[in-house]
């Protein structure tokens, strides 16, 4: 096996990445590396769907910085190309799975990440402004600045959106400047794994009622005793649906039904982004998947 290979396994939130992922683990003796912005979060396993491995496999990155800390996509490139190493060192096949766009393309074209110090008197004004209007008003800002940067930022996350702004403001084109590339560091195999639109919705329906079987509101119900609402760990798709429900301003049907409509137009964007990318090779099917990596490793 060549050192420096990598599979990555990516496709929109519920389309079953991580069940791929786990047979292509089995398969040829693979770990598993979430590539996923909020699973490293702990605290929030039914929340963030982190998978529950079968004995035997490995997974990493998942469940393990604090919730009052901020984790962004430069410490994840960091993280990431560390344990893609100790992998490769014990003659391991990497394998990213994910969901979070920025994350994967920053490893894998090994982006040079901009290096912007905090600008207090404007995120001042950026909170300021999010407080009286909503983040649509940051988002409408950041699409007059950069508007590039709304395709690689998560727009629910208003952190992530003032971020964007203090580096285009200091630097003029966040998008641009962020995806500087140099040498990859991997040859990588990109599967992704495609399904019909409607299919997903109703995956995604499936998935939402197993968050409530399995306590996704008490889960909730914890981390709102210990961090803000306002904190990055609770702008997570559908906290905010579950904050009203456990308000008694949405009923659970409503709230199941909001998570799910927020989810699937997540799933749209995941795959708009990743539809412009050549190098995916897309599969519905498992044995597919497993004839490119055998191919690949061979």
């Not at 982006?111 to 008197?121: A, G, K, N, T």
């Not at 200091?170 to 140099?182: D, I, P, T, Y």
């Amino acid at each position: 096996m060549h050192e420096k290979k990598v599979v990555v396994i990516l496709g929109p939130t519920a389309s079953g990445k991580s069940a791929l992922a786990v047979t292509l683990a089995k398969s040829f003796g693979g770990e598993l590396i979430s590539a996923d912005s909020r699973q490293v979060y702990k605290g929030m396993q039914i929340l963030t769907g982190i998978l529950q491995p079968p004995a035997g496999i490995v997974q990493h990155l998942v469940n393990f910085v604090e919730p009052t800390e901020t984790y962004s996509v430069k410490t994840f490139k960091h993280d990431a190309e560390a344990i893609i190493a100790e992998i490769h060192e014990h003659k391991a096949l990497p394998i990213l799975v994910g969901g979070t766009a920025l994350y994967i393309d920053a490893v894998l074209d090994n982006w040079q990440m901009p290096s912007v110090s905090p600008d207090p008197v404007l995120r001042l004004e950026l909170q300021e402004i999010y407080a009286r209007e909503g983040l649509g008003a940051l988002v409408r800002r950041l699409s007059k600045k950069d508007p590039a940067a709304l395709t690689v930022v998560d727009v629910v996350n208003p952190r992530r959106i003032m971020r964007a702004l203090e580096v285009a403001y200091s630097l003029g084109n966040w998008s641009a400047v962020a995806r500087e590339k140099s040498t990859p560091k991997y040859n990588v195999l990109r599967i992704g794994i495609t399904i019909d639109r409607v299919e997903l919705r109703r995956k995604i329906a499936a998935r939402v009622s197993e968050m409530f079987a399995a306590g996704v509101v008490e889960e909730t119900k914890s981390l709102l005793l210990r961090y803000p609402s306002a904190s990055t760990v609770m702008t997570s798709i559908g906290c905010d649906a579950l904050i009203a429900h456990i308000h008694g301003i949405m009923t659970r049907e409503e709230c199941e039904e909001k998570i799910v409509t927020k989810s699937y137009q997540y799933a749209r964007r995941q795959m708009t982004w990743w539809k412009k990318d050549k190098r995916i090779q897309w599969t519905s099917s498992e044995e597919s998947a497993i004839a490119l990596v055998r191919k690949f490793l061979s």
